[in-house]
């Protein structure tokens, strides 16, 4: 479809209105620094100035619009008070997606975490793991998008008197099991979803926590082992009390990816047989079914569940730094 510059006049003015407001806080800030001198936190203040305006015209007056547009109707006209929001925790469809989104957010970091950590406790200290880490971390160079199509497949079904070509059922037709849509039955379709995630994500958390291991001070693990410490041990009482903060860091980065999850429910379910999410629903309801005032309520309920799992992460980061 060509591009009609005619029909995006308006969008491109406010582009161009932008890039000048940008162009002259620079300018000023420019002139300011050349004018003479300036003391070291006005400096800092006035260089940061361009970036904390991109901020503001991206993240602050966006989230601010997205507040506002809660309050109001379908259209985003009309102003409707609290319905948007009450509508969220009694409509069916919205409290599905929050239960599905906090049973995301339950399983899916302490399962990738949980694995990741054994398997750098495995490598860590492995003369292969390099390659080792390499492969788990293959998942990773595709996109989630990806991730759910090659699941797609995997959990593909087809009736019993046909040949199942989804290795999970092929899988169960081999050891005289019948075949089963695994994403159509409620609830265990959304833990099927939930291994999808796992696995895509299991290699971020092994590769933080085997440099982690490896950054544990020798002196302390060798003083156990001579006084008779099992290896358990070592890694209960002195590896594990080491690595606690990049532990907290992953879990936490965990949950709020986790959150945010939109792509694997999007690719493999569509939503559909209680499987939707807040990031989805939220999606389905502003796009979709045109309904603005309760798509930007989901977004505001998604911004104060991850808002407090950011700032722990920032201050996690501090002291693990």
Same mark, same amino acid.
Do not use: C
């Given at each position: ?71 109001? &109707? ?45 398997? /750098? ?5 492995? +003369?292969? +793991? ?54 159509? &039955? ?18 971020? /958390? ?11 001070? /020798? ?8 006084? $008779? ?54 999606? &389905?309801?502003?796009?979709?079914? $045109? ?31």
């Amino acid at each position: 479809m060509p591009f009609d510059a005619v029909a995006q006049q308006s969008k491109l003015l406010y582009l161009l209105q932008g890039v000048a407001a940008f162009a002259a806080v620079v300018a000023l800030v420019l002139f300011a620094l050349h004018r003479g001198p300036v003391r070291r936190r006005s400096a800092a203040l006035l260089l940061l100035a361009p970036a904390l305006l991109l901020l503001a015209a991206g993240l602050l007056l966006p989230a601010l619009r997205t507040l506002a547009l809660s309050f109001t &109707d379908r259209g985003g006209d009309a102003w409707t008070g609290l319905d948007n929001h009450v509508w969220t925790f009694t409509d069916h469809r919205a409290r599905v997606a929050l239960r599905n989104t906090l049973v995301w957010a339950l399983l899916v970091p302490a399962a990738t975490t949980a694995v990741g950590l054994l398997y /750098a406790a495995a490598v860590a200290r492995s +003369r292969f +793991r390099t390659p080792a880490l390499a492969l788990l971390l293959a998942p990773m160079t595709i996109s989630f998008v990806g991730a759910g199509v090659v699941w797609k497949f995997v959990y593909a079904y087809r009736p019993a008197e046909a040949a199942q070509f989804g290795l999970l059922n092929r899988l169960v037709v081999a050891f005289g099991g019948e075949p089963r849509q695994w994403l159509v &039955d409620s609830p265990w379709n959304v833990l099927f979803l939930v291994v999808v995630m796992v696995w895509a994500q299991t290699g971020f /958390a092994a590769v933080l926590l085997t440099g982690a291991i490896r950054a544990v001070p /020798a002196g302390p693990v060798e003083a156990a082992r001579l006084d $008779g410490a099992s290896p358990r041990q070592v890694f209960r009482w002195i590896v594990l009390p080491s690595i606690r903060p990049t532990l907290l860091v992953v879990l936490l980065a965990q949950t709020i990816g986790t959150f945010k999850a939109f792509d694997v429910v999007s690719t493999m379910t569509g939503g559909q047989f209680d499987t939707g999410v807040v990031a989805h629903e939220m999606y &389905d309801q502003a796009f979709r079914y $045109g309904e603005t005032g309760r798509g930007a309520a989901l977004a505001v309920l998604l911004f104060l569940l991850v808002t407090p799992l950011v700032a722990q992460q920032v201050r996690a980061r501090r002291r693990a730094g």
